[in-house]
């Protein structure tokens, strides 16, 4: 043994015998006298040692990972440490600490990474059985910035950017944007991870914008990329031709046009309004319908096209589906609506707006006119009733109540429908709380012939035209008593 030992387990001793020991020590000169003799008798074979418990993993750092456990036993020689990068399987040794210490610090490790860990005890007997097992991640740190940032100006209303990912552990990245190129930057977007482009819309004309781009995680932010400029166009304005439908939200119209197919209106400036986008779909609109991105125009005998407006600048069909007559639609919850005065209701599905499918036809009674669809019920305005059917699940539509009163045009929203149909013409609004017993609740005549609603909250905005002169409008009614529906206004128009 080396100096200054003054111990030493005998592994080697057999149970049932008697040994006696003596010591003496040694140097270069000779060895001293033997001390006196011990005498011990082994009753049993030694024993692996308990399993240690409690372990407990916490990150310090990026880098580092502290471990403790508690001690169960008094025989151990010592611990081993295992490591595994999923802590299910795939464990391997990485360190052994000696008798009766509880703590390991494990270095050197990736940032941002889960980490897990086990102890056992060990003795010559062998080794005990596992820890519990301890999961945690090491900190992580900020992300590279971005780099390599462009800005093009595509239109009047908006300029695309583009960035180089210098990170493998952003959570996302932060669009900034100032009128000055040296101050007031502030964060207009977040996108994702590995995300490496933005469009940014809705903006004025002749306008020059910086932008810079910064990576995040939850250790923080990069620095900001350098910064990009560009300069949005003057204003144009495509002209619109003959107006068959329009659908509005927010900063844009979408208006389906005789001569140009689908036309973007920019209605930011809604005392000048300005047509900034067409994309042609091969046939004379009827009626469109937006949802989401999708707008979906109908072309009568030349079925439906769908058009992504994701970028408004630059409006493109992304699918279509022939062969079925298409007049008025309604787009709602992923699926289009359709009807076809020959009496069908059918419904598309667009779950794949590249490939837009059938997903069921209906036959009705009646020529289907207008259609509209709220809380999972479309209304079908039939000429001679307005008919409810279930589509709360689309692939099975299913008639389940009746209004016999004559309609052509419909609306609905929450439990109200509204239909024309009146004599002189007006406005019926329809309870339909009970989709199985539709009651008409209200009426309201108008003396002039309504074409298209548009229900929002508690107003009812309707186009009108004269039966005699043809002289045409916008007719806006008070319906937040829904049995006394009250005109408040009307507007005269040009055109039909």
């Known amino acids: 043994l080396s100096a200054n030992v003054t111990s030493y387990r005998d592994y080697s001793a057999q149970a049932g015998i008697t040994y006696h020991y003596i010591v003496r020590a040694q140097n270069g000169v000779g060895s001293s006298a033997w001390s006196n003799t011990d005498t011990a008798v082994l009753s049993s074979q030694p024993t692996p040692p308990s399993a240690p418990s409690d372990l407990s993993a916490a990150a310090v750092s990026s880098t580092r990972i502290d471990l403790t456990w508690a001690d169960n036993s008094d025989n151990e020689d010592g611990f081993k440490v295992e490591r595994s990068l999923s802590g299910v399987a795939g464990f391997a040794q990485i360190a052994t600490v000696g008798a009766n210490v509880t703590s390991y610090s494990d270095t050197g490790l990736e940032p941002g990474t889960p980490y897990g860990y086990r102890v056992r005890a060990y003795n010559a007997a062998g080794s005990s059985a596992y820890s519990n097992i301890a999961i945690t991640n090491t900190f992580d740190i900020p992300p590279a910035a971005p780099s390599g940032l462009t800005a093009t100006a595509v239109s009047s209303t908006q300029i695309d950017l583009s960035w180089v990912d210098n990170a493998d552990n952003e959570d996302g990245f932060d669009i900034k944007r100032s009128l000055s190129a040296a101050s007031g930057f502030a964060v207009i977007a977040s996108v994702g991870a590995d995300i490496t482009s933005y469009q940014d819309t809705a903006l004025s004309p002749s306008t020059t914008y910086y932008y810079r781009v910064s990576a995040y995680n939850s250790a923080g932010a990069s620095g900001n990329s350098p910064t990009a400029n560009a300069t949005t166009s003057p204003p144009v304005s495509i002209p619109l031709g003959s107006i068959k439908d329009v659908a509005a939200d927010g ?155 004559p309609c052509q045009v419909v609306d609905a929203e929450g439990k109200l429908a509204y239909t024309d149909g009146l004599e002189w013409g007006g406005v019926r609004v329809v309870d339909v709380s009970d989709p199985r017993m539709p009651a008409v609740i209200g009426e309201q005549q108008t003396g002039c012939r309504l074409t298209r609603f548009v229900a929002q909250g508690e107003e009812l905005h309707a186009v009108w035209s004269q039966f005699v002169g043809g002289s045409t409008g916008l007719l806006i009614m008070d319906v937040s008593i829904a049995s006394d529906p009250l005109m408040t206004a009307a507007i005269g128009t040009e055109g039909t």
């Open 251 to 405: 900063a844009y119209a979408y208006v389906a046009s005789r001569q140009y197919g689908l036309v973007v209106v920019d209605v930011q400036e809604v005392t000048d309004p300005r047509g900034v986008a067409a994309a042609e779909v091969g046939f004379i609109p009827y009626q469109l319908d937006r949802e989401g991105s999708l707008v979906v125009v109908t072309g009568g005998p030349a079925g439906i096209k769908v058009v992504d407006v994701s970028s408004p600048s630059s409006p493109s069909v992304t699918g279509s589906l022939a062969g079925y007559y298409a007049s008025a639609v309604d787009v709602d919850g992923g699926y289009a609506y359709l009807t076809d005065p020959a009496g069908y209701l059918r419904v598309v599905d667009l779950s794949e707006p590249a490939h837009p499918s059938l997903a069921a036809e209906l036959p009705v009674e009646g020529t289907p006119y207008d259609i509209s669809v709220a809380l999972g019920y479309a209304y079908v305005a039939t000429g001679s009733s307005l008919l409810v059917v279930d589509v709360s699940f689309p692939a099975n539509p299913h008639v389940v109540g009746r209004l016999n009163a």
